[in-house]
């Protein structure tokens, strides 16, 4: 059984700083891709940052140069560094992994397994 866990979710000063971890079991994470997303109520959830088995990387264009994706291997773990926090940045963030062989990766359907959730709130 596959399970995401993500971590460290917490209300911040614009400006802030944030890291977000996605623990995986059931699956090994250097032998797929992975991705956040994130989601605010009434709105689709948007990817915003990727990286591949090879450990090439991707980010939307609202966070990139702000936002880090890297992967622990040994802890099985990927990770979200968030700089420069925004008012905008505030939503629930997702970890997502395994994507369907020539999918899109912002594409939320593109992905086979999802955490719950760690909420972030950044206060200007």
């Known amino acids: 059984q596959v399970q995401l866990v993500e971590s460290g979710g917490d209300s911040v000063q614009a400006g802030g700083s944030l890291r977000l971890s996605c623990k995986a079991s059931?699956?090994?994470?250097?032998?797929?891709?992975q991705a956040w997303f994130r989601q605010v109520p009434g709105k689709e959830r948007e990817g915003i940052a990727f990286?591949?088995?090879?450990?090439?990387?991707d980010y939307g264009d609202s966070v990139k140069g702000r936002f880090t994706i890297s992967r622990d291997n040994a802890k099985n773990t990927v990770i979200l560094q968030m700089n420069g926090l925004k008012p905008e940045d505030a939503a629930m963030y997702f970890c997502?992994?395994?994507?369907?062989?020539?999918?899109?990766?912002?594409?939320?359907?593109?992905?086979?397994?999802w955490g719950q959730g760690t909420q972030v709130t950044v206060s200007s």
């Open positions: 059931g699956v090994t994470l250097n032998r797929n891709d």
């Open positions: 990286i591949d088995i090879n450990e090439r990387t």
């Open positions: 997502a992994a395994d994507a369907y062989f020539g999918a899109i990766w912002s594409y939320s359907a593109s992905w086979r397994y």
